[in-house]
Nanobody, 124 residues
Framework: VQLQASGGGLVQAGGSLRLSCRVS????????MGWFRQAPGKEREFVAGINWSGQYYSNSVKGRFTISRDNAKNTVDLQMNSLKPEDTAVYLC????????????????????WGQGTQVTVSS
């Protein structure tokens, strides 16, 4: 399966961005999807995910970010509001078999396929 992320950019603190990830080469409804991010010098961290049981978020973005998927368009989006400078990172979308349990989906090792990432920069 191939994943293509888009929608990153430069925004001021307090602003919004919407990321999108298009999936091809597989049956989209068979996958749990996740967004991760990686800032320079830091480890990759979980941001948000969506599977058969619903959406789930890291504490750092809960209430500000919303993940959604469109199974007809094979896309998963991440709406990011009230952005902060600490949200600056490369954002990556990832896919995992839908049968994988949520605790596993909270880590990057729980995902098998990755997109190339899109840069999000939040200025203060």
């Amino acid at each position: 399966v191939q994943l293509q992320a888009s929608g990153g950019g430069l925004v001021q603190a307090g602003g919004s961005l919407r990321l999108s990830c298009r999936v091809s080469g597989g049956t989209f409804s068979n996958y749990a999807m996740g967004w991760f991010r990686q800032a320079p010098g830091k480890e990759r961290e979980f941001v948000a995910g969506i599977n058969w049981s619903g959406q789930y978020y890291s504490n750092s973005v809960k209430g500000r970010f919303t993940i959604s998927r469109d199974n007809a368009k094979n896309t998963v989006d991440l709406q990011m509001n009230s952005l902060k400078p600490e949200d600056t990172a490369v954002y990556l979308c990832a896919a995992a078999p839908k049968t994988r349990i949520r605790s596993t989906l909270l880590s990057s090792s729980g995902h098998d396929d990755w997109g190339q990432g899109t840069q999000v920069t939040v200025s203060s």
